[in-house]
């Protein structure tokens, strides 16, 4: 089956859409414009998506949102919305167009999901200007499936263990102090590149920023992703030690700036070679990996959320604690605790 053609043309300063079923159709449609005459059927008025939606990010949304997520929502534009409803105005867009463009999205859900996030933002605001009636995603019928987001498995006790006997295997002093930094303690990468000699207190430091490189470009300093990300973290006394003094305002990485992504990328492969580890050093596997095993340890989802900056625990159950014990029989323990003996009920 053809595609239908569906093309924008201005006639007389007006801009119309012109839709046909074969090129031969269209030039008949078009010569009629031309001359005069109309054809309702297959004349469309109204608001080109690709012109409003691409209005819609530069007004309300670049430049009322963080650099990241601004960068999110203008490829979830690029990739997916403005391809799917090339030359189509909002008001003709139907349910069943919508659930077309999320079949053929490839890969995980939560990608569908966030290119769901724009589009109801960019039909949410053409309701407000009067411009559609109803918002299509709004419909019972939309349906949203694909394969779940790939979890991050935290390294294994054994491989914390070759790391931490490694570390000093490391020959650039301050690779080894990132290793030791980002793989023994719960921080984001951002949140370590950011920290600065005066966050340093002894044995603890303090969150306080954050360096972020959104276009895996230039790095950038903000603030922290929440308040509750702001947090003292208390650090392992072989690694502080390994800080040296320096100007309050510099940063303990990187000096009077802080790292670039392509240097990160490049230390990483440099202490991965110089340790002799078997797999990439991901600084959200250490994350993960060292949230899961302060619950392991202490059993206290609190102070794991603590550790970890969340604003619920809820995120840090989710996210990050996978646990390390497989499921035993939970009624031993059980019977144990409430001193209920075999044969005796």
């Given at each position: 089956m053809s595609k239908r053609i569906r093309r924008r043309v201005v006639v007389n300063g007006q801009q119309v859409w012109v839709t046909a079923s074969t090129e031969q159709e269209y030039a008949e449609h078009v010569a009629l414009l031309l001359t005069g005459g109309s054809n309702q059927a297959s004349v469309k008025k109204g608001h080109d998506f690709k012109v409003y939606a691409e209005k819609w990010f530069e007004v309300f949304s670049k430049p009322n949102v963080e650099k990241v997520t601004a960068i999110t929502?203008?490829?979830?534009?690029?990739?997916?919305?403005?391809?799917?409803?090339?030359?189509?105005?909002?008001?003709?867009?139907?349910?069943?167009?919508?659930?077309?463009?999320?079949?053929?999205?490839?890969?995980?859900?939560?990608?569908?999901?966030?290119?769901?996030?724009?589009?109801?933002?960019?039909?949410?605001?053409?309701?407000?200007?009067?411009?559609?009636?109803?918002?299509?995603?709004?419909?019972?019928?939309?349906?949203?499936?694909?394969?779940?987001?790939?979890?991050?498995?935290?390294?294994?006790?054994?491989?914390?263990?070759?790391?931490?006997?490694?570390?000093?295997?490391?020959?650039?002093?301050?690779?080894?102090?990132?290793?030791?930094?980002?793989?023994?303690?719960?921080?984001?990468?951002?949140?370590?590149?950011?920290?600065?000699?005066?966050?340093?207190?002894?044995?603890?430091?303090?969150?306080?920023r954050a360096v972020t490189h959104p276009d895996r470009n230039a790095p950038q300093i903000k603030e922290t992703k929440t308040e509750s990300s702001k947090r003292k973290i208390a650090l392992i006394p072989a690694v502080a030690s390994m800080i040296p003094k320096g100007n309050p305002n510099e940063f303990i990485l990187g000096g009077e700036s802080p790292m670039t992504y392509q240097r990160v990328k490049r230390m990483l492969t440099r202490i991965k070679k110089d340790i002799g580890f078997d797999e990439n050093l991901s600084p959200r596997r250490f994350r993960t990996t060292v949230l899961t095993d302060i619950y392991e340890v202490t059993k206290d989802i609190k102070q794991a959320q603590a550790a970890a900056g969340h604003t619920t625990a809820a995120m840090t159950l989710k996210h990050y604690v996978k646990g390390r014990t497989q499921l035993k029989n939970t009624a031993e323990p059980i019977s144990a605790l409430y001193g209920i003996e075999n044969n005796t009920m």
């Open positions: 929502y203008e490829r979830q534009l690029n990739n997916h919305l403005i391809p799917s409803f090339s030359g189509m105005t909002l008001e003709e867009i139907t349910t069943a167009d919508v659930q077309a463009m999320f079949n053929g999205i490839v890969g995980a859900k939560e990608t569908k999901l966030k290119a769901k996030m724009v589009l109801n933002m960019i039909f949410t605001q053409a309701l407000e200007d009067n411009i559609i009636q109803r918002n299509p995603l709004a419909s019972k019928n939309i349906r949203i499936s694909g394969r779940g987001a790939v979890e991050t498995e935290p390294y294994t006790v054994d491989q914390m263990k070759y790391i931490a006997s490694h570390l000093m295997d490391v020959r650039n002093p301050m690779d080894c102090l990132f290793l030791g930094l980002q793989a023994f303690h719960p921080f984001r990468l951002e949140e370590v590149l950011g920290l600065m000699f005066k966050d340093y207190f002894g044995t603890e430091i303090y969150v306080q």
